[in-house]
């Protein structure tokens, strides 16, 4: 997100390797991380015929201009003839909501376009590298000479594109799990009471990283605790986001009305999971309801529990293609036990809440050989106040 890579934009003139290009379109791409979905974010620099930064622009929203159109639009021809452009993924190369990239490139006169990412659709694959070709530009795949560092640049390409490229390949949701623990470990005390473990400055961070995703997901249990509203609240991004709830028996249907969520969101952006065995009685309680949520009938399993990989799949159905899981304890547990969490983005605070009493976020998750421990991949760790997040895929 906005933290891959934070960097300021250049002076014009100034010098950049080509790793530097592309770490400054990775940190422009990242710019659009609230706005793009179901886009990928991508960010586009680019360089003078002597290597000095011209310009830089990313994808700002969906069905907005690219990045390489954002970027190359206040350069004159003069400005362009021998310029290189490095895009995060290569250029687009048929006409969909915006013309191709690649075919407006290909009428100027550029040197080199270098990419990060090849189109993860195979289809379509190498054909913008292709058009920017036959036009007489140069066009290749990004990869540094310095092992670490193209290691390094790769990663964070693919985090940049992460949910649009799992979506490409998987035809799935991409799953990200926030938690706000304590130092050992707990995210709530057993009475309930949950509010506050972290500071204001991570708090801030969630309603941020609620933009990126197209929902938020959560438990009965936090509903019923918490009662809470679920919304985007940043000084910066006004946003109207989805919610989904897990209540497997109906059983928060009939209160529906007194929660917050019915107040705050319109019920075309509720998503009430349920079994799918009980929607005669739930079809019911609905005809009789003022503004429903939008009933998701999901399968169970053979313990009675929701069958996440067929929620997930239902979802997808309904065109969501990403959620943010925000809790509670066994939502979250779950949630990991089934290995659906794409990337995790844990807060710890500086306290101790103390197992005894409290309930830990992986209370389901039974691990009887160290050989079957969960690691968290490519992991980065940011502070917000007092708080640090550890943020890597699952
Ligand atoms: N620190 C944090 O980051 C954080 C975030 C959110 C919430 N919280 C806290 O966490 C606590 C709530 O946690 P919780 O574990 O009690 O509640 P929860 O995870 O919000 O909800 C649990 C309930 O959701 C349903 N559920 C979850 N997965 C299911 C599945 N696969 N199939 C069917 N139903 C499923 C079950 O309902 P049934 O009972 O109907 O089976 C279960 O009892 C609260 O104290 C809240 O304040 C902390």
Known sequence: MERIWHLPTPERGTKLSSSQAMKLAISEASKGAPRVSPNPMVGAVVLDAQGGFLSCGYHEFYGGPHAEVNALKNLSPEELRGAHVFVTLEPCAHEGKTPSCAKTMAKLPLKKVTFGLIDPNPLVAGQGAEILRAAGIEAEVFSSPNAEEDHDIKIKLEEACEAFLWNF???????????????????????????????????????????????????????????????????????????????????????????????????????????????????????????APQIVYVKTNVGGDLDLQDLLAQLYRQGLRSVMVEGGAMTASSFIDDRLVNRLYMFQAPIIMGSGGSRSWTETIRISSMNEKIHVKNPRYLTFGNDFMITGTL
């Open 169 to 291: 390949r998987q035809k799935k949701v991409f799953v990200a799990l926030k938690m706000a623990s304590s130092l050992d470990g707990q995210v709530a005390l057993r009475s309930g009471e949950s509010q506050w473990i972290t500071g204001p400055e991570s708090r801030e961070y969630v309603h941020y990283l609620r933009a990126c995703y197209d929902a938020i997901l959560v438990g009965k249990g936090t509903i019923e605790f918490d009662n809470p509203s679920l919304n985007i609240r940043h000084p910066t991004i006004e946003k109207k986001n989805k919610v989904i709830v897990i209540d497997a028996e109906a059983e928060l249907l009939s209160r529906f009305s007194d929660l917050k969520l019915s107040k705050v969101h319109a019920s075309a952006d509720l998503f009430w999971c349920v079994a799918a065995e009980i929607k005669e009685r739930v079809d019911k309680v609905v005809a009789e309801m003022s503004g």
